[in-house]
């Protein structure tokens, strides 16, 4: 039978992992890089829009 661990023991064995850290933290930066992309393209779609109104008046 396996030996039973804490998931705090388990984090502590992971975070001591050089691989598993750099993979973990480009996991985590791969939402941040669409959000960011989905900014800049709403940002141009409100510009459009705004110089559109505009025009009109």
């Known amino acids: ?3 039973r661990i804490t998931a705090s023991q388990l984090m ?3 975070m001591s992992d050089p691989e598993f850290v750099r993979r973990e933290q480009e996991r985590e930066s791969q ?3 669409a ?3 989905l ?3 709403e940002a141009g779609l ?3 829009s705004f110089y559109k109104g505009t ?3």
């Open 46 to 48: 409100v510009r459009s």
């Open 35 to 37: 959000t960011g992309g």
């Open 31 to 33: 939402p941040m890089r």
């Open 39 to 41: 900014a800049e393209a």
């Open 1 to 3: 039978m396996s030996e």
């Open 12 to 14: 502590d064995r992971l």
């Open 55 to 57: 025009e009109e008046g």
